[in-house]
Structure formats: structure tokens, C-alpha cells
């Protein structure tokens, strides 16, 4: 009930349809929960991939002269590449390399990609979405970070009031009820009430909703879609490697961070998660899931914490997952076409909201100035840039710095 909504936000920041979101979640739980590496993670949607499948979305999609069709098809072919550099990775031992990205590089990627998320989704509660396609204006606001920041203000005037407060009612009702309980199915209830405000006492304000951009929600899930190419040239060829590159890398780093905090969460000492059949698991995950209309997914932290508290002791709780998402999904499709972007933006929006943690600053700070500075560096540089050019140029720094200056350092670093 959690993933639903959460399923549904992530994949239209993606470029993709919501129904991707549901469907990429169930199968790619049950993949990842038969072959992976861990007993407890639970596979999904998650946010660390916003970034990179947009930007694939974008470059190849309708903004550039493109397809929905051709990028998606596009997506699945960088996707299986990498799968398969993924499954090589597990019978060749690379899973514990993974463990050498230092954590003040990871906590910086998570914070760089929640201010991402956050500002990029702003234009949802705006209930500013798309206004050349649905209210005949000459600007939209799509577009990258610097972009959307300077569209927001420049659109003052179309802002709709009533979005925002659906917006801010769905992020603070679904923050409070997952802090009284989280057992409390939040973003739902939130989702809900959003739904029915929308479509009773608000039907009139010309609140943007899920159908007036995607259309109906379809429930024939699992349609096979095969992968394309788009013409070869150079900048295709590099488009490649940046695309699988930062697929195996999320797919990797995410995947084995998740199953580390899953096993300290559960207390799991007889049977700790492997990371070489984390990567098979993931690998497989990035071949299946996309052909059957769905998209790139990895472990999910908040979800996998979720499962955990709420008592799962075995793969099996990835099973229930999926077939009571789908099973829901299936029913609902004609309702869950009906929610408010604004709802979406506000989920996103608490999303990011707890992607940055306090105590992981905190003990960023405590390991030493040059780790806090990298942390700040990567921090900014995954949204200014992009994913994955802020990410190495910061592995590549923090590396250089420790080889060639550890001793006059000291323990400042590392």
C-alpha cells in the first residue's frame, strides 16, 4: 500500500507511464527475492534512478524529436547490457568492491539526488504541469534543475492555489501518520483523501490529475516490449556507456547498501546477504523487468525497513508484495487515474524529504573535514551536473587525495 503511490511518483519522474511504476515493482521484487543475495530486500522503483532514466527519457523521447516508444525501447537495451555486465560481476567476485565506495560519497549522492527530486517536483504542487500541452500557454516548465527553477518563478501567475494545498496536505498528512505508526498505510490514505477533495469539493479549480496527462491506466500488465536502437553514431555509442554505466553503478552500489542495513535492521547473523548473488539477482532484475513494461529497479531502503518492522522473516514477504500490488493495481486502475499531480508532487516530495538523515551528516562530520568536504562536493554536483559525472569526478578526488596525500592527512581522511 506504501509502494503503490510511491511506485506510481517515481515512474512519471522517469518519463514513464504509472503503470510501469506498479508493474517494475512487483516483478522486480519477485526477481530480485528468488535470485538475489538477500532474504529481507525488498526490489523497486527507487529514487537513486530518477536521474538517469530521465535523462535517457528526455534525450530520446518526445522533447528531443523522439518516441515514447524509441526511448523506452532504447532504455531496454542499456538496461540488458548492463544486466548482463551485472551477472558477470557476481561469478567474478566484483561484489566486494562495492563495498569500497566511501559512505561520505553515498550519503552526498542521497542528499544530491532528494534536492533533485525535491525541486524538479515542485512544478506538480504548483499545479503548473505541462501548461502548453493542457491550458494552450506558450511555456512549460519542463526541463532540467536550472531550468525548472527559473520556469517556477517565471510562472507565478499560473500557479494554482488549490494544488498546492492538495500538495501540502499530502506530504504532511502522509509525514505524520508513518510517525504515529508505520503501520498506517500513509501515502495512501493521503493519496485518497487527495482523490476524493479533487473530484467532490475542488472539482472546479482545474486541479491537473494523473488521466489529463497519461490517459487512462491500462491493468493488462506484463505486455513485452523489445528493445531498440536508435541510429548509430558517436554520440549514441557514448550515450550507451554513460547509460549502462550508471545503471550498473546504482544497481550495485544501492543494491548492497540495502541488503548491509537490512541485515543490521533484522538482526540477521546466520545468514548474512552475498553480495556476488546480490549481483546475479540484479542482473537479472535489469534483463526481466523492463522487457515486460517495466524499468531499471534496485533494492529499496525505505521499503526494505518497512518489510522488516512490519515482521517479514523470509523471502515469502516479497512474494505477498508482489501479488497483493498487483492485485490492488488491477482493481484500482480506473481510481488511480484520477489522482491529482499534486498528490504525486507532494509524495515525491516527502520521498525526499527522508533521503536526508540528520545522523548520517552528523556522522559525515565526525569522520573528519575532508570526508564532510566530499560529502558537500557530491552533494552539489549530482544535481548542478548529473548522476553520474558527479559521483566518479567525486570517487576520483577522494581516491587521488587519499593516495597522494594520506600521510600529511592523517586520520583526517579515510
Not at 548482463?84 to 562495492?98: D, T
Not at 551528516?361 to 569522520?367: G, P, R, S
Request: proline share 5%.
Amino acid at each position: 500500500m506504501t509502494a503503490i503511490p510511491m511506485a506510481m511518483g517515481f515512474a512519471m519522474a522517469m518519463g514513464m507511464r504509472p503503470e510501469h511504476g506498479i508493474i517494475a515493482g512487483a516483478l522486480a521484487c519477485v526477481i530480485g527475492r528468488t535470485f538475489g543475495g538477500s532474504k529481507y530486500q525488498v526490489y523497486g522503483p527507487t529514487a537513486a534512478f530518477i536521474p538517469v532514466i530521465a535523462g535517457l527519457m528526455t534525450k530520446y523521447g518526445v522533447e528531443n524529436g523522439g518516441t515514447f516508444e524509441s526511448a523506452h525501447g532504447f532504455l531496454i537495451f542499456v538496461s540488458i547490457i548492463a544486466g548482463l555486465i551485472l551477472i558477470a560481476m557476481g561469478f567474478f567476485g566484483f561484489g566486494r568492491f562495492a563495498k569500497l565506495v566511501p559512505n561520505s560519497i553515498i550519503v552526498g549522492f542521497t542528499i544530491g539526488i532528494a534536492v533533485a527530486i525535491a525541486l524538479t517536483n515542485f512544478e506538480d504542487v504548483l499545479g503548473v504541469e505541462n501548461f502548453k500541452d493542457l491550458l494552450g500557454q506558450d511555456e512549460d516548465i519542463k526541463g532540467g534543475l536550472f531550468h525548472n527553477i527559473y520556469s517556477a518563478f517565471g510562472n507565478l501567475d499560473k500557479i494554482n492555489g488549490w494544488s498546492i494545498l492538495l500538495g501540502v496536505l499530502t506530504f504532511v498528512l502522509t509525514k505524520v501518520l508513518l510517525r504515529i505508526s508505520i503501520f498506517i498505510p500513509g501515502p495512501v490514505i493521503a493519496m485518497g483523501l487527495a482523490t476524493v477533495l479533487s473530484s467532490t469539493l475542488l472539482a472546479d479549480k482545474d486541479i491537473i490529475l494523473v488521466k489529463d496527462l497519461y490517459g487512462s491506466i491500462p491493468n493488462n500488465f506484463f505486455v513485452f516490449t523489445a528493445p531498440t536502437l536508435p541510429a548509430m553514431n558517436g554520440t549514441v555509442i557514448l550515450d550507451i556507456l554513460y547509460f549502462v554505466g550508471a545503471i550498473v553503478f546504482v544497481s550495485g552500489v544501492e543494491s548492497i547498501l540495502c541488503s548491509s542495513m537490512a541485515d543490521k535492521l533484522a538482526g540477521n547473523k546466520k545468514t548474512p546477504f552475498n553480495p556476488d548473488k546480490e549481483f546475479f539477482g540484479q542482473g537479472l532484475v535489469q534483463i526481466i523487468t523492463p522487457l515486460v513494461s517495466g524499468f531499471p529497479c534496485t533494492g529499496a531502503l525505505a521499503r526494505t525497513a518497512t518489510s522488516i518492522k512490519a515482521g517479514a522473516q523470509t523471502p515469502l514477504a516479497g512474494y505477498f508484495k508482489a501479488i497483493l500490488k498487483l492485485t490492488m493495481a488491477y482493481f484500482l486502475a480506473q481510481y488511480l487515474e484520477l489522482i491529482p499531480m499534486a498528490c504525486i508532487g507532494g509524495i515525491l516530495i516527502w520521498v525526499a524529504s527522508n533521503m536526508i538523515k540528520p545522523s548520517e551528516i552528523k556522522e559525515i562530520k565526525h569522520a573528519g573535514k575532508f570526508e564532510f568536504m566530499m560529502m558537500i562536493y557530491t552533494a552539489v554536483m549530482v544535481p548542478v551536473t548529473d548522476f553520474l559525472t558527479g559521483v566518479l569526478s567525486a570517487l576520483i578526488i577522494y581516491f587521488v587525495v587519499k593516495a597522494i596525500f594520506k600521510r600529511q592527512l592523517g586520520p583526517k581522511v579515510g
